[in-house]
């Protein structure tokens, strides 16, 4: 098992593992419909998204904790 010191690396990649599998599922159905090639077009479109979404998420969690912290009260 990983090591609970690695949480931040650990959460951010399965938080943009999901949500760039779900996003860009939707986002290829919507440009291009269910043609029949989707899931290859969505596969790409994952991986792409999936190398933007990680250090993304690694870059601006720190600031989304901030603005939570600011938002809700004790």
């Known amino acids: 098992m990983i090591h609970r010191k690695h949480h931040k690396f650990?959460?951010?990649?399965?938080?943009?593992?999901?949500?760039?599998?779900v996003?860009?599922?939707?986002?290829?159905?919507?440009n291009v419909g269910f043609v029949d090639n989707i899931i290859s077009i969505w596969l790409k479109a994952w991986a792409v998204a999936f190398v933007f979404a990680f250090p993304t998420i690694i870059i601006i969690s720190?600031?989304?904790h901030k603005l939570v912290n600011i938002v809700l009260k004790d």
Do not use: G, H, N
């Open 62 to 64: 720190p600031l989304v």
């Open 23 to 30: 996003m860009s599922l939707i986002i290829s159905i919507f």
């Open 10 to 21: 650990v959460f951010s990649f399965f938080m943009a593992l999901l949500m760039s599998c």
